[in-house]
């Protein structure tokens, strides 16, 4: 079965500074991996999707990179913003219609 | 934002009533789901829609049904609640099977059963 992790549980930058967030996933073949954004109380918010033939996808001061061999996949936020704080949650699907979720990365940017 | 709706948004309710939640689309996708998030568990899919009364089981099914009598609504029942049920519900959406698309999501609906 697979299993999706991310490390660590909750973040706290100051505002300005670069970070990545990590994402592990056990069974490596994947069609494609989604990082989402979700707000207290709120629903998730798609992110990127990076297709399994891709290696990576960059949407503003976002970037988020797939490394299927290692079972690994990074999201890059440049220049941390306030704005930016959220849970963020890397899904992969397990079989045509099923996520499999990780259980998210508590990111604080403090201003 | 997708236009997906769920209501109701909040519902306490006793151990042992019956719970219809709802979900409503209104960008004509063909698949729908349910899903729960509880602490530490992250998001686990309960059941899904790949159409009109085409309906399947996902991970964490028993005690819950579901129906979509129309491409735009798809309902989540709980029987017979119990307090384990107690979570955030959340509907999402696409427009084809997950393994190939992003999905939508709706904003929650919070179910205490007491």
């Known amino acids: 079965k697979q299993e999706v992790t991310q490390i660590p549980a909750a973040l706290s930058v100051p505002e300005g500074e670069n970070l990545v967030l990590n994402c592990s996933f056990t069974d490596s073949a994947i069609y494609n991996l989604q990082w989402f954004r979700q707000d207290p109380g709120k629903g998730l918010t798609s992110l990127l999707l990076?297709?399994?033939?891709?290696r990576e996808q960059t949407s503003g001061r976002l970037n988020a990179s797939l490394d299927k061999s290692s079972g690994r996949s990074t999201l890059y936020i440049a220049a941390s913003q306030p704005g930016d704080s959220a849970t963020y949650l890397c899904a992969v699907p397990a079989g045509a219609n099923n996520l499999f979720f990780g259980t998210g990365t508590r990111l604080t940017v403090i201003p | 934002d997708a236009g997906i709706t769920q209501s109701p948004r909040h519902k306490v309710t006793e151990t042992g009533t019956p719970v219809t939640l709802r979900c409503h689309q209104t960008e004509n996708h063909r698949y729908m789901y349910w899903y729960r998030q509880d602490p530490g568990h992250g998001l686990r899919l309960i059941h899904y829609?790949?159409?009109?009364?085409?309906?399947d089981k996902g991970e964490v099914s028993d005690g819950y049904s579901v129906s979509r009598s129309k491409t735009e609504d798809f309902l989540l029942t709980l029987e017979s609640a119990t307090s384990s049920q107690t979570s955030v519900y959340f509907c999402?959406?696409?427009?084809?099977?997950?393994?190939?698309?992003?999905?939508?999501f709706g904003p929650g609906t919070r179910l205490t059963v007491l």
């Open positions: 999402a959406i696409s427009e084809t099977a997950t393994s190939t698309d992003t999905q939508y």
């Open positions: 990076i297709q399994s033939s891709q």
């Open positions: 829609s790949y159409g009109v009364k085409d309906t």
